[in-house]
């Protein structure tokens, strides 16, 4: 029996498109930024997104990080809404590599409470400043829901007021153009630093972007060598990232749906799913024994995670339309199976 995995969207393969331009691609030393697929991706990105300058790098993480080391000096604050990736998820990487400290405020779906954010403003000189506001869009541990236009307006109107920069954590920000029916750089603008993952649902084995201002792009190079990331003929890579890019963004909308449809099949076998928080390609499902149940979804042929103590499905570009009704059924049977 084949499985059908729903662990993640950055579980796609490259399709043989992105194979063949992997191989033809034109390369070069991209330390030396003689890279002309790295250089044209970079570009592309920072064209189609509306910031000035884009730097390839390997991971979502490290544009993340590389953009807190950017803004913060040591021992100064980024606000994040509660469940921020980079905050949860990064192994306490704010504080061993920028010496940052994070607070994080409430934020329902994923949408920061405006009023809990501006509370948490810290002026100095007797505590640690407030050096950095970042928001996540999609916000993953929320469900991979979408902050809405005017509060992302709101929020960046907020930091211009608290002259503060801003990151954009937008690992799957095409989801959640996607979901508005906008374009990603409508949801990039005004933000100081943007993260674009292209390895998630955009379909590229490897790679994120870091959009950023041109004045910061020597500093950012300088933290992606520090880092490790100063790659070589990485044009194998961006070669896929370029149509990760320009072809990606056609694939969501489907994604979204069968994300829909595999909600509504997991409300009517009985699982506690917030129908609310089902925006983009994420379902998440509260059950009591996660792990229990995780573990009879795979005996049936279902891969899913376990992610904030909830059971996490994500729909991608490598799912069949008819797996999805698949994946139910075997739901269906898991949740028939003995705990063993
Ligand atoms: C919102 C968000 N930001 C950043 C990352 C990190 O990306 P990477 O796995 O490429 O380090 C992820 C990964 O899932 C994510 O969901």
């Not at 809405?148 to 801003?166: D, I, K």
């Amino acid at each position: 029996m084949r499985p059908i995995d729903l662990r993640s969207d950055t579980l796609t393969r490259p399709t043989p498109a992105m194979r063949r331009a992997m191989a033809e691609a034109e390369v070069g030393d991209d330390v030396y930024g003689e890279d002309p697929t790295v250089n044209r991706l970079e570009a592309l990105a920072a064209e189609m997104l509306g910031l000035e300058s884009a730097l390839f790098l390997p991971t979502g993480t490290m544009a993340n990080q590389v953009a807190l080391l950017l803004h913060l000096p040591r021992g100064a604050e980024v606000v994040v809404p509660e469940g921020a990736h980079l905050y949860e998820y990064e192994l306490g990487a704010p504080a061993l590599l920028a010496g940052a400290l994070v607070r994080p405020v409430p934020a329902p779906y994923g949408v920061p409470d405006l009023e809990a954010l501006q509370g948490a403003l810290r002026p100095g000189p007797f505590q640690a400043p407030t050096g950095l506001l970042a928001l996540e869009n999609t916000h993953n541990l929320a469900g991979g829901t979408v902050v809405p236009l005017e509060v992302q307006e709101a929020f960046l109107r907020l930091a211009q007021a608290h002259r503060l920069p801003t990151h954009l954590d937008g690992a799957r920000l095409f989801n959640a153009a996607t979901f508005l029916g906008v374009e990603a750089a409508r949801l990039a603008r005004g933000f100081t630093t943007v993260t674009v993952s292209l390895s998630k649902g955009l379909g590229a084995p490897v790679g994120s972007l870091l959009l950023l201002p041109k004045a910061l792009l020597p500093e950012a190079r300088r933290y992606r060598k520090l880092l490790g990331g100063g790659w070589r003929q990485a044009g194998v890579l961006a070669a896929a990232g370029l149509l990760a890019l320009t072809e990606g963004p056609k694939h969501l909308e489907r994604d979204h749906a069968l994300a829909r449809t595999l909600a509504q099949g997991l409300l009517r076998l009985g699982l506690e799913v917030d129908p609310q928080a089902v925006q983009t390609n994420m379902v998440y499902a509260r059950v009591k024994d996660p792990q229990g149940f995780l573990a009879r979804l795979r005996a049936q042929g279902v891969l899913a995670g376990a992610v904030g103590g909830r059971v996490r499905f994500v729909t991608h570009r490598d799912l069949r339309d008819e797996e999805i009704p698949e994946a139910l059924r075997r739901v269906e049977a898991a949740l028939q199976a003995k705990a063993p």
